[in-house]
Nanobody, 122 residues
Framework: QVQLVESGGGLIQAGESLSLSCAAS????????MGWFRQAPGKEREFVAF????????TFAHFVKGRFTVSRDNNKNRVYLQMTSLKPEDTAIYYC???????????????WGQGTQVTVSS
């Protein structure tokens, strides 16, 4: 079992940057693929990015490519989402999640955090 807690959300202006962190507790963090998802008001939850067991494998949704990066520190049991050039349409609750294999579908992820709100004003 893995417990996940996101932090770092907030209210920022369009064009600015923000970094989210996800702290994991429990066993075998390094064995999980870690994903980031988001859900905007009135919309379904959507895939943002995932990172494999090390930093060597990452995948991003097309709408964040070139703006977001994802990294992890297995020694600290943390995964990070660095967001740059933020747009108002990036406003959402951002969730981290853990899976045992690479996938972009939320159904593949076993454990979820409670989410952190990111609001980008124009």
């Amino acid at each position: 079992q893995v417990q996940l807690v996101e932090s770092g959300g907030g209210l920022i202006q369009a064009g600015e940057s923000l970094s989210l962190s996800c702290a994991a507790s429990g066993r075998n963090f390094s064995r999980y693929v870690m994903g980031w998802f988001r859900q905007a008001p009135g919309k379904e939850r959507e895939f943002v990015a995932f990172i494999g067991l090390t930093d060597s494998t990452t995948t991003f949704a097309h709408f964040v490519k070139g703006r977001f990066t994802v990294s992890r520190d297995n020694n600290k049991n943390r995964v990070y989402l660095q967001m740059t050039s933020l747009k108002p349409e990036d406003t959402a609750i951002y969730y981290c999640a853990a899976a045992t294999y690479y996938h972009t579908a939320s159904s593949a992820y076993l454990y979820w955090g409670q989410g952190t709100q990111v609001t980008v004003s124009s």
